[in-house]
């Protein structure tokens, strides 16, 4: 027996299957991204100055400065933040260097393309 759409918008909000972040707008290993924010203490310019064990590496630094780069997701870690290897970008790698891989946390990226180069947003005409 099939639902009707009322029943299946009823049985999605009682299940949480609408949600953001649904298996339907999940970010994916080769998807281009746009990193749209970051945490509000590396937005700190002294960040860097008052943590040790940042100064050399000038992590607040390097994450804003990725701020409204694009890269491509690599891979995820284990609470679910995408892996970018931000030494891909020729400003990136002339400012910090080539070997930087910084981990962001989902809401904090705009997908720009699909993993198979489609446009994000964008439907295939029939």
């Not at 891909?88 to 910084?102: L, T």
């Amino acid at each position: 027996m099939s639902m009707t759409r009322s029943e299946l918008a009823a049985k999605r909000k009682t299940t949480g299957a609408a949600r953001k972040g649904s298996s339907s707008r999940r970010l994916k290993i080769g998807d281009r991204v746009r990193i749209i924010d970051i945490s509000s203490d590396l937005k700190d310019p002294n960040y860097d100055l008052n943590h040790e064990e940042c100064r050399e590496m000038r992590t607040a630094e390097l994450f804003r400065f990725c701020l409204g780069r694009e890269f491509a997701i690599h891979d995820f870690d284990q609470y679910g933040n995408a892996e970018l290897w931000v030494g891909e970008d020729p400003k990136v790698r002339k400012k910090f260097g080539d070997s930087h891989w910084i981990w962001v946390e989902p809401e904090c990226l705009e997908r720009i393309t699909l993993s198979r180069g489609k446009v994000a947003g964008k439907r295939k005409a029939n």
